[in-house]
């Protein structure tokens, strides 16, 4: 069988948007599954509003979700250029050629009167179109217009009254009938040919075997499909995969949260659990697993399980998704992930000596079990880089005030100060024996010391927060809270 070619045609315009990535994983998981090509191609035809910030922010997001390509920009290939601004000759000829056989022409008119042609349909209640003005002026008529100083368009001629019939993978049969179509621009005025012609022309050269985007083109394709037929290139297959839904089931947009992959890298989330999350957004695997490695979405995944109806954006699910990606690392795994985070909330620095640097992973690693994404970490892990804090509400405060608080405080002080160490095993054992000493439940005991010690009621357990604190610490921060009482 012939080899799968698949790409991702982005046009550099803006922040990556989530809706780009799933388009590219499917054709990537597609590439990986079949041995094939996945190509990265930068459609950059809109001039003003491409940037190279914009492919950077691309190109690095791709790369760290995982997402490597074999070919395309920056890597190179047999089918290069792969940015469509590099291209624009290869474009000319094949613009000219479809001139030269009368199937696309010159097209003068101004955008004056393009919008009064416009508003002559919308008058007469018809879908406003191209009505076909310049489609057969002689050579004389041209070179008078031109000698106007009008600078022509080329436009495609349209064939009349033939459906345009497309085999979509997700969609099924689709049909569009030519004559709902006007003349449309093939190449714009200053010599840049438009979105629709320059994919055409580059899928097929770049031997694209199949077309996964999203379903906001899939209005463009019978034009697309027009330009083929005219120049007598071979079809790829297409597949459109549907619109990506907010939860209220409107497009997804940035009033639905965070819409770019950057957002969510920056607070945090796994780019493992990002392409999982991604993934499900459309496709639907056969049984009820939810959590998939990469190397378990390339075996499992195919177009024929991937829904017609929109996919919605569920922010909880990719939370709990996040969530156990984030509980499956290992501690050393974690404290990496962390550690810029816990740097940009000025919690440590780049360099720190090997002691404060353990102390420092004991105390990313208590974040663990309660984050959903990493930016939490700072935040979870506040109290131990202070030692200013209040009674998290009045119910904390009442705690310290019970009859039996202050003897249980001092107790448990006195023998956190004859234990030899201040591990785990050494609190526990100070813990047990003032709850034997002061014949008090445990709750009378472990919670006056809690509130003492952190201000709050719920929290890691004594015997882990203990050493992180160490004896001065815990002694100065139980004593200040008595103090308030
Ligand atoms: N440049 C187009 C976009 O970013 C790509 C469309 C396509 O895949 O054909 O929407």
């Known amino acids: ?52 910030e914009s492919e950077d922010n691309i190109k690095a997001a791709l790369k760290w979700l995982g997402m490597d390509w074999n070919e395309g920009i920056d890597v190179g290939g047999a089918y290069g250029p792969y940015k469509q601004t590099e291209r624009l000759e290869t474009y000319r000829q094949y613009a000219q050629q479809l001139v030269a056989a009368g199937k696309a022409y010159y097209c003068y008119c101004s955008d004056e009167e393009l919008e009064a042609q416009r508003q002559a349909f919308t008058d007469k209640g018809e879908t406003p179109r191209y009505a076909g ?17 009008r600078k022509p368009t080329i436009r ?36 840049i040919p438009t979105y629709n012609f320059a994919v055409v022309i580059d899928d097929a050269l770049m031997k694209i075997t199949h077309v996964i985007r999203a379903e906001e083109h899939l209005s463009n394709t019978p034009r697309q499909v027009l330009i083929y037929q005219a120049l007598q290139l071979p079809l790829p297959v297409f597949g459109h995969i549907s619109l990506i839904l907010g939860k209220d089931r409107t497009k997804m947009s940035k009033r639905h949260g965070a819409t770019s992959v950057d957002q969510y890298r920056q607070l945090g ?34 177009m024929e399980h991937v829904a017609k109806n929109p996919a919605v954006f569920d922010v909880d699910k990719l939370n709990w998704i996040n969530q156990q990606y984030i509980r499956a690392l290992n501690p050393e795994e974690y404290c990496t992930w962390s550690m810029p985070y816990v740097i940009a909330a000025g919690y440590a620095t780049e360099q720190e000596s090997p002691e404060r640097l353990a102390w420092l992973k004991k105390v990313i690693l208590m974040s663990q079990e309660y984050i959903t994404y990493l930016s939490q970490v700072p935040e979870q892990i506040s109290m131990y880089f202070t030692d200013e804090f209040e009674f998290e509400n009045a119910e904390a405060q009442a705690v310290l005030q019970e009859d039996t608080a202050t003897a249980v405080i001092e107790l448990f002080l006195e023998k956190l100060q004859a234990a030899e160490t201040l591990e785990a095993a050494a609190v526990q054992q100070a813990l047990k024996a003032t709850v034997k000493e002061t014949k008090l ?45």
């Open 1 to 52: 069988m012939e080899k799968m070619r698949v790409r991702f045609a982005p046009s550099p315009t803006g922040p990556f948007h989530i809706g780009g990535a799933r388009s590219a994983l499917f054709n990537w998981l597609l590439a990986k599954k079949t041995g094939g090509d996945f190509v990265l191609r930068i459609e950059d035809t809109d001039r003003e509003r491409s940037s190279q």
């Open 133 to 149: 003005v310049c489609s057969n002026l002689t050579p004389e008529q041209q070179a008078e217009l031109a000698a106007q100083g």
């Open 156 to 191: 495609f001629k349209v064939p009349a009254n033939q459906d345009i019939v497309i085999a979509d993978l997700v969609r099924g049969n689709v049909v569009f009938e030519s004559n709902g179509i006007g003349d449309f621009v093939i190449v714009k005025s200053d010599g």
């Open 269 to 302: 989330y796994l780019p493992q659990a990002l392409v999982n999350f991604l993934a499900l957004l459309g496709w639907a695997p056969s049984g009820e697993q939810e959590l998939f490695s990469t190397a378990e979405l390339i075996q499992e995944f195919s």
């Open 441 to 485: 439940g445990g709750k009378k005991v472990y919670m006056p010391i809690r509130v003492a010690l952190t201000g709050n009621m719920h929290g890691p357990d004594l015997t882990q927060i203990i050493p992180l604190f160490g004896l001065n610490r815990t002694i100065e921060r139980i004593n200040g809270s008595m103090k308030k009482i």
